[in-house]
Every structure is written in C-alpha cells, then in structure tokens.
Nanobody, 124 residues
Framework: QLQLVESGGGLVQPGGSLRLSCAAS????????IGWFRQAPGKEREGVGC????????YYADSVQGRFTISGDAAKNTVYLQMNSLKPLDTAVYYC?????????????????WGQGTQVTVSS
C-alpha cells in the first residue's frame, strides 16, 4: 500500500524538456528525503539529485547541474524533476526514492521506498 509512482517520461529531442512526477500513496512525502536516480542499459544506477527532508535543500549530480531542478508540492504529495536542455546521454529509466526523515544519501540501500521507473529517451 506504500507506493511511489513515477510518470512523465517519453521521447524528446536533444535540447528539449520533460517534467517527471513522483507521486506517493500510503504515506506523506513531507518527512522524507526524495532522491532521483537513473539507469541506462548496461550501466549502474546513478544518482541524479535529491531534495532534503530537513530544509528542503537540493543537490544535483555534476552531469545535470544547471539543467535539472527538483521541487515538491505537498498538497499533491508529489515531487517533480524538471529536466531542461536534455542530451542523448540523459537517456535512461528514471526512478524516485524516499528516505524517511534523514538527509540525502548516495547509498541506494538507505532508501525505504522506490518507484517502478519511467523511461526517458532523448534522440533526434
């Protein structure tokens, strides 16, 4: 009953934009750090960014800094990943994950809940 569901993925041209959504059910995201991760075929899952649980500060991987933005909407119990200036190397399955009350962490095993992922393909 505790679920995270990603949506908003799809096919976009290089330089385009997408906004991914991470909607929670069965629990409230307010008290969780929310991480975004991605995994391309044949590659390890890597961190994209994170929204902290304490002061809601944000952190981003160098590869997406300045292009991606994480935000939250408490009323909708949803966290968003706005992706601008997309590049082919951004192609991957994107996942959101929640970590109760604690700060952001690069350790995938430290997150309590994971979504099923949504495919993002950047191609001309």
């Amino acid at each position: 009953q505790l679920q995270l569901v990603e949506s908003g993925g799809g096919l976009v041209q290089p330089g385009g934009s997408l906004r991914l959504s991470c909607a929670a059910s069965g629990f409230t995201l307010d008290y969780y750090a929310i991480g975004w991760f991605r995994q391309a075929p044949g590659k390890e899952r890597e961190g994209v960014g994170c929204l902290g649980s304490s002061n809601r500060s944000t952190y981003y991987a160098d590869s997406v800094q300045g292009r991606f933005t994480i935000s939250g909407d408490a009323a909708k119990n949803t966290v968003y990943l706005q992706m601008n200036s997309l590049k082919p190397l951004d192609t991957a399955v994107y996942y959101c994950a929640a970590r109760v009350l604690l700060g952001c962490s690069p350790d995938l095993d430290s997150y309590d809940y994971w979504g099923q992922g949504t495919q993002v393909t950047v191609s001309s």
